[in-house]
């Protein structure tokens, strides 16, 4: 009997990856991995991404850890180093790196480095999060141009805010910033997030950095993965370790929350919050049994959801138990828990066992 399981589906993953390139075959791409691939295994989607020109992580360590296992493809830190002691580390690891604020420019011309930083210099177009400010870009670029620890030429970027809302201006506003600050420099260009690879097609430029749709998740709330061809890659699971009746009036779980309406079975699956389940999923949430739709009652535990199997359950004991992934979206159950699948796929924890398919 399995319990907490990711599986990771490979194929999907490669048929996604094929899905970018088909979308922007002009653009490179640098795949997003940070957060552990978001939730689906650092090193061994990294192993997979074989067509991929870069990758791209938040954190220096994430970078490392890619090293660690072997991965030689050049890797960039989308978030920037922090210290000037980080700067040898990336030279020495062939690490490439944001640079976004001035503190980062005085820091790389203050520095004496064995040889050239690969720099992608990020300007703020509207997102208002990272990125030296329009006005300063020229001298950014300039301090950075005449450095001998940079390589040349540098490769330019921006960020949406919006990118996810098609009919929203301020993605085109945000293109036409970018356009302006960067039409008389030669290094390549990137905007794109997945929502802008699908939705703006004027954002793919030199190379596009899609992460959530590689993973097969929409990255746009009014369409389907399906419907832009995208297959999940993980498909998180657990059995059923319990089914026992109750009657009418009768509660279920933490806080007596739930009550039974009429007679009935509950069924209990070995996974929960622990694991990665958000705890505010509410009554009604499905999950998929045997190709059956149950829904979930009564609240979240650290190790346990309750369904509700009705008068008379064909489902047995140890029986598994989709509660995303193939046949039931993760967007869905992002809608009800009332947050984003980013977040429920990097929330998956150690407990969770990933099974490579
Ligand atoms: C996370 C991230 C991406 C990928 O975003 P998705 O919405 O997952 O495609 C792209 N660019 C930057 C700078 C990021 O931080």
Same mark, same amino acid.
């Given at each position: 009997?399995?319990?907490?399981?990711?599986?990771?589906?490979?194929?999907?993953?490669?048929?996604?990856?094929?899905?970018?390139?088909?979308?922007?075959?002009?653009? &490179?791409?640098?795949?997003?991995? &940070?957060?552990?691939a978001y939730g689906h295994g650092l090193v061994p989607i990294a192993e997979q991404l074989k067509? %991929?020109?870069?990758?791209?992580? %938040?954190?220096?360590?994430? %970078?490392?850890?890619?090293?660690?296992g072997g991965i030689?493809?050049?890797?960039?830190?989308?978030?920037?180093?922090?210290?000037?002691?980080?700067?040898?580390?990336?030279?020495?690891?062939?690490?490439?790196?944001?640079?976004?604020?001035?503190?980062?420019?005085?820091?790389?011309?203050?520095?004496?480095?064995?040889?050239?930083?690969?720099?992608?210099?990020?300007?703020?177009?509207?997102?208002?999060?990272?990125?030296?400010?329009?006005?300063?870009?020229?001298?950014?670029?300039h301090w950075l141009n005449q450095s001998k620890n940079v390589h040349q030429p540098m490769r330019l970027m921006t960020h949406f805010a919006c990118a996810d809302e098609s009919d929203?201006?301020?993605?085109?506003?945000?293109?036409?910033?970018?356009?302006?600050l960067t039409s008389n420099h030669v290094g390549e260009k990137t905007m794109a997030n997945s929502a802008a690879v699908i939705a703006w097609p004027n954002a793919r430029a030199d190379w596009v950095r899609p992460g959530?749709?590689?993973?097969?998740?929409?990255?746009?709330?009014?369409?389907?993965?399906?419907?832009?061809?995208?297959?999940?890659?993980?498909?998180?699971?657990?059995?059923?370790?319990?089914?026992?009746?109750?009657?009418?009036?009768?509660?279920?779980?933490?806080?007596?929350a739930w009550v039974a309406q009429q007679d009935t079975n509950i069924g209990v699956i070995a996974i929960g919050y622990g694991d990665g389940y958000p705890r505010n999923a509410p009554s009604g949430t499905p999950v998929l049994i045997n190709g059956r739709i149950v829904l979930l009652v009564g609240r979240v535990s650290m190790?346990?959801?309750?369904?509700?199997?009705?008068?008379?359950?064909?489902?047995?004991?140890?029986d598994e138990v989709v509660l995303w992934g193939d046949g039931l979206p993760v967007e869905e159950i992002a809608r009800l828990a009332e947050t984003i699948p980013y977040e429920l796929l990097c929330n998956i924890t150690q407990r969770v066992k990933c099974l490579y398919l």
């Open positions: 009997m399995i319990t907490a399981t990711a599986e990771i589906n490979l194929t999907a993953l490669q048929h996604n990856f094929a899905q970018v390139k088909q979308i922007a075959p002009q653009s &490179k791409v640098l795949a997003v991995l &940070k957060a552990n067509d %991929a020109d870069s990758f791209g992580v %938040a954190r220096i360590d994430e %970078a490392l850890a890619l090293r660690a030689v493809k050049p890797i960039v830190l989308l978030e920037g180093f922090l210290h000037a002691q980080d700067l040898p580390i990336l030279v020495a690891n062939n690490i490439q790196t944001v640079v976004h604020i001035p503190h980062q420019i005085e820091l790389i011309l203050s520095t004496k480095l064995e040889s050239p930083l690969n720099v992608w210099l990020k300007v703020d177009t509207g997102m208002h999060r990272l990125g030296v400010a329009p006005a300063f870009f020229e001298e950014a670029y929203n201006d301020k993605t085109q506003q945000q293109i036409a910033l970018f356009e302006q959530l749709m590689l993973y097969g998740v929409s990255p746009i709330s009014e369409l389907t993965a399906a419907e832009l061809h995208l297959s999940p890659v993980m498909t998180l699971k657990s059995s059923l370790i319990a089914i026992r009746p109750i009657k009418k009036g009768e509660s279920v779980g933490y806080g007596a190790d346990m959801i309750t369904i509700d199997l009705g008068s008379n359950p064909t489902e047995q004991l140890g």
